[in-house]
C-alpha cells in the first residue's frame, strides 16, 4: 500500500490515491471522517481551521463499504477555495494577482523559487503548505482499516509543546479517552494545562511553539519489516514516512538517543517464554523494533516538531523581487500544530505498517491475508 496526493491549500482541494490496496477491507465513513476532524483540531490552530470542515470523498476504488482491489481515491474540497478563486484560477493569468516575494525563514519557500525558477513564492508555498497533511490523514485511514482487521491499532498523544513536557510515557499508561478529550493531545491535565498557557505566551508574542509527539502500534505480531535489505527494514521506512511530514525534524524509537549513553545491558530486551510458550520481550526498551522488524511488543515512535515557520512577529528575509531587507510574508498561521501532526503521524505509520504486513501476508484480497496472519501466528506460537 502507498499513496501520493495532489492539490494546493488554496485550490479546489487536495486528493489522495492510495494503491496497491487489497480488495475486501471494510471501510467506515466516519471513521476516515473522524481523523480529518482529528487533524483539524487543537488549542493553538489558526484562522484557516474555522473555515474548513474537512470530509473525505470517494472517487473511486470502493463499494458498498469495502476496497475494490483498485486504487482508492479521496478528495478533500478546500472550502477556502471560494476567497482565492482569482488568485488560484489554473486558466487565469497573473495580472492583477500580487506575488508573494519575501520568503519566510524555515519554509520551503526560498528553496522552492530557486529551485523551480518561479518569481512567486505563492507557486511553492501552495503545495509545501501543511493543507496538504489532510490528504494523508484521508489516505492513512484506508490503512488504519486495513490494520484494524488484523488486530492492529494506531494511536498518538503529545509528550511536549515547548517547555511543557509529561516525560515519557510506555503506551500501557496512556489512556485514550484522556488523550481524546485534550485539546492538547496531552494524556496528563496538569501539564496540558501548562501547555495551553505556553501556547497563550507564543500567540501574546507573535511566537509559534514546537514539540514531541508518539505513536503507537499495538496489536503486531512479531517479523513485521525486515532485515535482509535495506529497503525492508522497518524502522527505516517508518522513519523516513514521519520525516515527511512537514516540520518534522526528528524520529526516534523506544528509548532512542539515549541508549547511546548506556550499556548495553540496559539497553538490550530480554527475551522470555510465558506459560504458553511464547517468546517475547521483558521489557520494550527498543520500542518495538529489532533487527528491522517488530518484536511484537507495542512500536513507540517519538517525534520532534520544529516550531511553525509563518510568524505573525516575523524574522527578517530578503525581498526576492527588489533585494531589500523586510519581514518574511505572514497570512494568519498556527501557533501550534502538534496535536494534529500526531495524527498526520499516526496515518503516515499506519500506511508503512500496511504495506509491510502485506509484504508478509499477501497483498491481493482480505480473505487470504487473514488466513495467512492466522497461519503465521499458528507457526509462530503468537
Ligand atoms: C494548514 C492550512 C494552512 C495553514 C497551516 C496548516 O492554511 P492557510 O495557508 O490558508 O493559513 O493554516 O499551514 C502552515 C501554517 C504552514 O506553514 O504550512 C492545515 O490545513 O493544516
Not at 195 to 210: Q, T
Not at 361 to 368: E, K, N, T, V, Y
Request: proline content about 5%; glycine content about 12%.
Amino acid at each position: 500500500m502507498r499513496y501520493t496526493t495532489a492539490g494546493e491549500s488554496h485550490g479546489p482541494g487536495l486528493v489522495a490515491i492510495v494503491s496497491d490496496v487489497p480488495a475486501g477491507i471494510v471501510l467506515d465513513r466516519t471513521a476516515i471522517d473522524a481523523d480529518l476532524a482529528r487533524r483539524q483540531r487543537g488549542y493553538g490552530r489558526g484562522g484557516r481551521m474555522a473555515i474548513e470542515s474537512d470530509r473525505a470523498e470517494v472517487l473511486g476504488g470502493v463499494r458498498f463499504g469495502r476496497t475494490l482491489g483498485g486504487p482508492v481515491s479521496l478528495l478533500v474540497k478546500n472550502r477556502d477555495a471560494a476567497n482565492w478563486a482569482v488568485a488560484m484560477d489554473p486558466w487565469g493569468h497573473a495580472e492583477g494577482v500580487d506575488p508573494v516575494t519575501a520568503p519566510r525563514p524555515g519554509h520551503a519557500d526560498l528553496g522552492g523559487v530557486q529551485r523551480t525558477g518561479s518569481t512567486d513564492v505563492r507557486d511553492i508555498l501552495e503545495r509545501a503548505s501543511a493543507r496538504e497533511t489532510a490528504a494523508r490523514v484521508a489516505a492513512g485511514a484506508v490503512a488504519k482499516a486495513f490494520l484494524r482487521e488484523l488486530g492492529v491499532s494506531v494511536r498518538s498523544w503529545v509528550e511536549r509543546i515547548g517547555d511543557a513536557s509529561t516525560g515519557p510515557f510506555s503506551p500501557a499508561g496512556v489512556d485514550a479517552t484522556a488523550v481524546d478529550e485534550s485539546d492538547v493531545s496531552c494524556p496528563d491535565p496538569t501539564v496540558a494545562a501548562r501547555m495551553r498557557e505556553a501556547i497563550e505566551g507564543a500567540r501574546e508574542a507573535g511566537e509559534s511553539l514546537g514539540g514531541v509527539f508518539v505513536v503507537a502500534a499495538e496489536g503486531l505480531v512479531p517479523g513485521v519489516g525486515g532485515y535482509a535489505e535495506a529497503a525492508g527494514r522497518l524502522d527505516a521506512r517508518l522513519a523516513g514516512a514521519v520525516m515527511s511530514i512537514p516540520a518534522i525534524k526528528g524520529v526516534e524509537f523506544g528509548d532512542g538517543f539515549a541508549v547511546g549513553s548506556r550499556p548495553g545491558s540496559q539497553v538490550h530486551d530480554e527475551i522470555v517464554s510465558d506459560r504458553s510458550g511464547r517468546l517475547h520481550r521483558a521489557t520494550n526498551r527498543s520500542g518495538g523494533i529489532d533487527g528491522g522488524m517488530t518484536t511484537g511488543e507495542p512500536l513507540v515512535l517519538r517525534a520532534v516538531m520544529k516550531p511553525i515557520p509563518t510568524l505573525m512577529r516575523p524574522l527578517k528575509t530578503i525581498d526576492i523581487a527588489t533585494g531589500e531587507i523586510v519581514d518574511a510574508a505572514r497570512e494568519r498561521s498556527d501557533v501550534c500544530a502538534v496535536p494534529a501532526a500526531a495524527v498526520v503521524a499516526e496515518a503516515e505509520v499506519a500506511l508503512v505498517l500496511a504495506d509491510a504486513y502485506q509484504d508478509l501476508l499477501g497483498r491481493a484480497a482480505m480473505i487470504d491475508i487473514t488466513r495467512s496472519l492466522a497461519a503465521y501466528r499458528e507457526r509462530i506460537g503468537w
